[in-house]
């Protein structure tokens, strides 16, 4: 055993040095002032008071809070008839359809979302089929859906892995109790598979959400600049304004909003995993 604890020094090394130390590096530049050196070290909380007195800042926080919701409920909605699907077949059929839906990710994000611009664009292939619909001049480009088309596409197959596995680990003895106890198809799903694959969509909320509400790069290519969210002004603090220690303090205050999310979605899953038990 203590082999096998020496063995794993090398890594608890590495975990410090690339997690832990950029982390702390963050937080020292959030609370200090005067300059991005430690020899200019002085204690203050004024960037988090800018942050927390601006509106513009809270503005920007609320739509970035706001569109991550809305990927996640296109997600569920989205997700979950598919995942049920998938899940509904025999296992050969099954990890064809899991191998479909993960392809994609197998391309860079980036690439991914540069894809969109084309397809999105005036003149594109949605413009052109919601033009033989009679839907003439759509600018779909540099708007909020576009940002929301790209957010979904890119995160709505982690909904439906997370929910395809929850649907797959369910004791089918149960459905075949609820048919034998009189329930039609619309009760056992609402009593039985629902209930049980609750552990998955509430995975899967975590998996969307937390990516979503800070992402930079996808507002930035769909919404040309002109669709600002959180992320974004993380990137503008650091990269163009050069104000690391402002944008330090919006990262810790990201940071501790989704481990406050993350703590929610875990004690949820847990209470209906108690639930489920009894």
Known sequence: MKRFS???VPYVVWSALMLLLPMIIVVFYSFTDGGNGIAAFQFTIKHYAKFFTDPDFLIVLWRSVKIAVKTTVICILLGYPAAYFIAGNSDRIRNILVLVITLPT???MLVRTYAWIGILTK????????GLLGIKDTELLYTEAAVLIGMVYNFLPFMILQINTSLCKMDRSLLEASSDLGADGLQTFCRVTFPLS?????????????PAVSSFFIPK?????????????IENQFITVGEWNFGS????IMAVLMMLSMYLVRYI??????????
């Open 6 to 8: 020496q063995l794993a």
């Open 106 to 108: 197998w391309i860079n």
């Open 123 to 130: 003149g594109g292939l949605v413009s052109s089929f919601l």
């Open 198 to 210: 609750l552990p998955g969509v509430v995975s899967g909320i975590s998996l969307v959400f937390l």
């Open 221 to 233: 290519l769909l919404g040309g600049g002109q669709y600002f969210l959180i992320g974004n002004v």
């Open 249 to 252: 303090a919006i990262s810790v």
């Open 269 to 278: 899953e847990a209470k209906n995993s108690q639930v489920a038990d009894s």
